[in-house]
């Protein structure tokens, strides 16, 4: 590896050549990084992390420690995985069986959030800044905005883009204005959209 960068490795760290890892991002303790990988800009990428050949991560993505992103995850931009999140990709693994040709991708979309410990069954799609509770198992697709807890995970609420649990029922037709940054949301049915405060 080219040591003259302007992206941070640890020395304990290796990072395979060829791996692709965009300006000012932070590689600390203990990690590996394959060949394949592709790293945005200024990522966090805690202790003891892996990141697979196939894995794809964005920008300002902060994946904290004990986490294993392996290929065919995707971590689109500002994303947060929080300590030990559990990614997997094989749906019916058997050590006996190479079932590597039967990867299921893993696509977690922008602004999303990946609480402590919670696990993400491979096939699966999370919406947009979706706030995953801790220790939550999720093996199904994920909606914008949803807040979700529990083994199996279920929907409970929504979550802002700025963090916070709305209070608005989890169906119906209404809107609410964020008092954090003033961004209008609007609930249709299901389905919670956005529109940014442009001031």
Not at 78 to 105: H, L
Not at 189 to 195: A, G, Q, Y
């Amino acid at each position: 590896m080219d040591l003259d960068t302007d992206f941070y490795v640890h020395p304990s760290s290796i990072v395979d050549e060829g791996a692709l890892i965009g300006k000012g991002t932070k590689i600390w303790h203990w990690v590996h990084i394959c060949e394949g990988a592709t790293i945005g800009s200024f990522c966090t990428i805690g202790q003891n992390v892996f990141i697979g050949n196939k894995a794809k991560i964005g920008n300002n993505v902060k994946v904290q420690n004990n986490v294993s992103v392996y290929d065919n995850v995707i971590l689109e931009n500002n994303v947060f995985c929080g300590p030990s999140v559990v990614f997997t990709n094989v749906y019916n693994p058997r050590s006996e069986v190479d079932r590597k040709a039967e990867y299921k991708s893993t696509k977690v979309q922008r602004g999303a959030t990946l609480g402590a410990n919670s696990t993400l069954v491979c096939g699966i799609q999370i919406g947009e800044y979706a706030f995953i509770g801790a220790g939550a198992l999720v093996n199904k697709d994920v909606l914008p905005y949803a807040l979700m807890v529990g083994v199996p995970a279920k929907q409970i609420g929504w979550m802002s883009a700025y963090g916070e649990r709305l209070d608005i029922p989890l169906k119906g037709n209404l809107e609410y204005i964020c008092p954090n940054n003033g961004d209008k949301y609007l609930l249709k049915n299901r389905t919670l959209f956005r529109e940014k405060c442009l001031y």
